[in-house]
Each structure stands twice: as C-alpha cells, then as structure tokens.
C-alpha cells in the first residue's frame, strides 16, 4: 500500500537541504548551519553537529546502508 504521511516532532519550519535514510527511517537537514536528524517513527528530532561559529555544515548524505552520514563544512565569507 502507499504509505501515510506523518509529522515529524518539532517544528521544521528553518530546516533546509532535507536527506531520507535509505531505510527511511530518519531524516537529516540542515538547521541554522548544523545537521540535525528526525527519527520518523519515533517523532524525535535531534542536533549531531556541534561546528564551531563561522563554520556551517553542506547537504547531509546518507550512506548506502544508512549507518554514516557524510557532509561538507564551510567557513563564511571570501576564505
């Protein structure tokens, strides 16, 4: 069957650059320069970057078997 749209718990309304899991079980995206990921069953969201100021993370990817998340971080500015 064709699955049933949910909310994700919290409020992603300054959440950009969205990546599915390959299981589709979460969802990472950025949020005012940091990766955050949404557990979709469970409705939780969560920060796993903590780059310092000045530094912004890229598009999240996920591996092919969903266990690593890969990014770019970049320093604002003409560096």
């Known amino acids: 069957g064709t699955p049933t749209p949910s ?3 919290g ?5 950009a650059a969205f990546a599915l899991s ?3 079980a979460q969802i990472a995206f950025l949020r005012r320069g940091q990766i955050w ?4 069953a469970a409705k939780t969201v969560r920060q796993v970057t903590n780059l310092a ?4 993370a890229g598009v999240p990817t ?3 078997d969903g266990r690593w998340l ?3 971080a970049t320093r604002g500015g003409l560096e």
């Open 62 to 64: 996920f591996s092919p």
């Open 70 to 72: 890969t990014f770019t």
């Open 37 to 40: 990921i949404a557990n979709v």
């Open 22 to 24: 390959p299981s589709r």
């Open 7 to 9: 909310r994700v718990g």
């Open 53 to 56: 100021e000045g530094l912004s």
């Open 11 to 15: 409020d992603l309304a300054d959440a």
